[in-house]
């Protein structure tokens, strides 16, 4: 269920439900991350662009340790793009929308 700003938030529980099919972009973050608030609105911007072809979600971290644990993520903040289920792409630290949504165009 996606929030007001478009961007769905993903839980551990929900996590492989929310990338098993199509393209996903998953922003994985802190509420304390300043960097991660600088995202915040890029990722609102390409949910919004891409509501109908792409899934746009965030992940807490601290509320969530296990996907981020499994996914060896030690800074944040950190995208994934995934292509039903696999990893094709790993970004880390505040990306331009440019190039997230570049990305994001190769695997639709």
């Known amino acids: 269920m996606a929030s007001e700003d478009g961007v769905i938030p993903i839980k551990d529980d929900t996590f492989e439900q929310t990338i098993a099919s199509g393209v996903t972009l998953i922003d994985f973050w802190a509420d304390w991350c ?30 969530n340790p296990h996907t981020p644990s499994r ?8 995208c994934i793009l995934f292509k039903d289920g696999q990893e094709v792409r790993r970004f880390v630290g505040v990306q331009s929308k440019q190039t997230l949504s570049r990305a994001l ?3 639709l």
């Not at 609105?41 to 899934?55: C, F, G, H, K, W």
């Not at 996914?71 to 950190?78: D, N």
């Open 34 to 63: 300043m960097p991660c608030r600088m995202q915040a609105p890029i990722m609102e911007q390409l949910a919004e662009e891409l509501r109908d072809r792409a899934t746009v979600g965030k992940m807490d971290v601290d509320s």
């Open 105 to 107: 165009q190769e695997q």
């Open 71 to 78: 996914f060896g993520i030690t800074g944040i903040p950190t």
